[in-house]
C-alpha cells in the first residue's frame, strides 16, 4: 500500500515514516498542503494522511482539493486520514466534513494505528476493484463481442462529436460503410460458425487497414465500427480525400486478397466487399445526408457488381 503522508513536522515526518515503514507500507512525505496535492496526483496513494495546521495550505484545503480532482474520476476516493493533536469530538466532526474518513491523534498507539490503517487498506482495495471493473464494463459497452471492434453506439457518439467539431472547425470529414458481399449465400452454404468466422477476419482486416493509414499519418483518429450484421463503418476525421480513396480501395482489396472460399460469390468465388463514402471537404451538411449519401453508393457498389467502391 502506498501512503502519502502530509506533514509539516520534519520530527513528526520521520517518526511516522519509520512506523508506517515497519508496517512494510510504502511512504511518501508532502510538508505541505500544496505539495500534498501535486503529489496526490502523481504518486496516486492508497491513503492520505494528512495534517490539519501546516503553512502553505493547510489539511482541510488540501483535501478539498483532492476531493475535486476525484470528483471528475469514476468511484475515485481515497481514504484520507487526517493527524490531529487531540481526540475531541469537534475534531472528529469537522474531518469527516471536509471530506476525510477517519483521525487519529498524533500519539496513538501502535496497535491502533495499526488497526486503523488495515480498515483503510480494505477501503482503498475496495475501491481499486470498483474502478477495474467499472473500466472493463465501459470498454465492453462499447465494443461488439464478436469481432472486437467498436459497437454501434460508441461509433454513434463517436460521430456526433466529430460532426460537430467538424462543422465548428470547418475540417474535411469522411465516412465509409462497407458491407460483405452475397453473405446470407455464404451463412447458407457454409453455416452459421463459419459465417461468423468470416465476420472476425473481415473486422480485423478492417481494421488493420485503418491501423495502417493512420501509424503512417494518412489519417489521424480515424476507427472502424461494426455497424450492423454484416455491415461496418469507418470513420476518418479530418482526411484528405486522397486518404478516404486509399482507405476504401485499400479494403476492398485487403479482404478480396484474403482469398476466403466463397462458392455462391457467382462472380468473383471469394468473399468480397462493397463500400460507399461521403466526403465532406468542408463539414456544414446534417449528418444525416452525409449517412444517407454513403449509404446510396453502397447500393450503387452493390447494383454496379459488387468487390467495388462508389466514392
Ligand atoms: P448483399 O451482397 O446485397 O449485401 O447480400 P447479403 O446476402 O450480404 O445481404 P443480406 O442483407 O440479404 O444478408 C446479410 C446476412 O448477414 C444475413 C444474416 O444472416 C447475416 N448476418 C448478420 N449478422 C451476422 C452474424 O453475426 N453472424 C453471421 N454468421 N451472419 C450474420
Ligand atoms: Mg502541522
Ligand atoms: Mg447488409
Ligand atoms: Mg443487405
Ligand atoms: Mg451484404
Known amino acids: ?143 461488439d463481442g464478436l469481432t472486437g471492434l467498436c459497437n454501434r453506439r460508441h461509433m454513434d457518439l463517436t460521430l456526433d462529436l466529430a460532426w460537430s467539431e467538424a462543422r465548428s472547425s470547418g475540417a474535411p470529414f469522411a465516412l465509409l460503410m462497407l458491407d460483405i458481399d452475397h453473405f446470407k449465400k455464404y451463412n447458407d452454404y457454409y453455416g452459421h460458425l463459419a459465417g461468423d468466422d468470416c465476420l472476425r477476419t473481415v473486422a480485423q482486416t478492417l481494421a488493420s487497414v485503418v491501423d495502417r493509414c493512420n501509424s503512417e499519418r494518412l489519417t489521424d483518429g480515424a476507427f472502424a465500427a461494426r455497424y450492423g450484421g454484416e455491415e461496418f463503418a469507418v470513420l476518418m476525421p479530418q482526411a484528405s480525400a486522397q486518404a478516404y480513396e486509399r482507405v476504401a480501395h485499400g479494403v476492398i482489396e485487403a479482404v478480396r486478397s484474403l482469398g476466403i472460399r466463397h462458392e455462391r460469390n457467382a462472380d468473383w468465388g471469394v468473399v468480397t466487399t462493397s463500400v460507399g463514402g461521403a466526403f465532406v471537404p468542408a463539414a456544414n451538411d446534417e449528418l444525416m445526408h452525409v449517412f444517407r449519401a454513403a449509404d446510396e453508393r453502397l447500393y450503387a457498389a452493390k447494383a454496379a457488381g459488387r468487390n467495388r467502391a462508389v466514392l
Open 1 to 143: 500500500m502506498k501512503i502519502l503522508l502530509v506533514e509539516d513536522s520534519r520530527a513528526m515526518a520521520a517518526v511516522m515514516s519509520v512506523r508506517l515503514a515497519s508496517f512494510g507500507y510504502e511512504v511518501s512525505v508532502a510538508e505541505n498542503g500544496e505539495v500534498a496535492v501535486a503529489r496526490f496526483a502523481e504518486v496516486a496513494p492508497d491513503l492520505v494522511l494528512m495534517d490539519i495546521e501546516m503553512p502553505v495550505m493547510n489539511g482541510f484545503e488540501a483535501t478539498a482539493r483532492i476531493r475535486a480532482i476525484e470528483a471528475t474520476q469514476d468511484w475515485a476516493w481515497t481514504p484520507i486520514l487526517f493527524l490531529t493533536a487531540s481526540n475531541t469530538q469537534e475534531n472528529l466532526i469537522t474531518a469527516i466534513e471536509a471530506g476525510g474518513d477517519d483521525f487519529i491523534v498524533k500519539s496513538v498507539p501502535e496497535a491502533v494505528l495499526q488497526a486503523k490503517m488495515k480498515a483503510m487498506a480494505r477501503i482503498a482495495a475496495l475501491r481499486k476493484r470498483l474502478s477495474v471493473a467499472n473500466r472493463l464494463l465501459r470498454e465492453q459497452a462499447s465494443r
